[in-house]
């Protein structure tokens, strides 16, 4: 599996740069965010901080907005993120189990990372592979036709 690269440690002054590109643009918020996370592989607080001054918004707002989209991280993902649809189609052909036995595997409930910060468990809600759940996207990677004794198997060949 390839692993997840959050690419570098959060810095002031890069992030600055970053806000100000989008400074003055229509709807600026999301892509300073989005930017933020491609280059840091989260959005710190001090991102929060920066991005609100900047805007004229206030932190609750900037806050809101970086809770709401569950793609967005307030805090930097594992070296490898397995997603899990939760949604119904997947929950109707096993994803439970499948989501007990990736939690068992590796020691932390869905929406967790490992201690060591090897893998984020997050969930999903349909990765449009309906017809071949349980399914699961592990680093960017669609994986269809899950059951309890294969995901253990992906989780453990890391």
């Given amino acids: 599996m390839a692993p997840n690269s959050a690419v570098r440690p959060w810095s002031a002054e890069h992030g600055g740069e970053i806000i100000a590109r989008h400074d003055g643009q229509e709807g600026a918020l999301l892509p300073i965010l989005h930017d ?3 280059e840091f592989g989260w959005v710190p607080d001090e991102a929060v901080a920066q ?3 900047t805007l004229n918004l206030s932190r609750a707002e900037v806050h809101g907005v970086l809770t709401f989209y569950p793609d967005l991280r307030r805090a930097p993902a594992g070296r490898r993120v397995v997603k899990l649809c939760q949604a119904e189609a ?7 189990a499948v989501t007990a036995a990736a ?3 590796i020691g932390v409930l869905l ?4 201690p060591d ?23 960017g990677r669609p994986v269809g036709r899950l ?3 294969g995901v253990r198997r ?4 890391g």
């Fill in 36 to 38: 933020i996370q491609h």
């Fill in 117 to 139: 910060g090897e893998v984020t468990l997050e969930p999903v809600y349909c990765l449009g592979l309906c017809a071949s759940g349980p399914s699961a996207l592990v680093d």
């Fill in 51 to 53: 991005a609100a001054l």
């Fill in 90 to 96: 997947c929950q109707a052909r096993g994803g439970r």
């Fill in 111 to 114: 929406g967790a990372t490992t």
């Fill in 147 to 149: 059951d309890p004794a």
């Fill in 154 to 157: 992906l989780l453990e060949a």
């Fill in 103 to 105: 939690e068992a595997a």
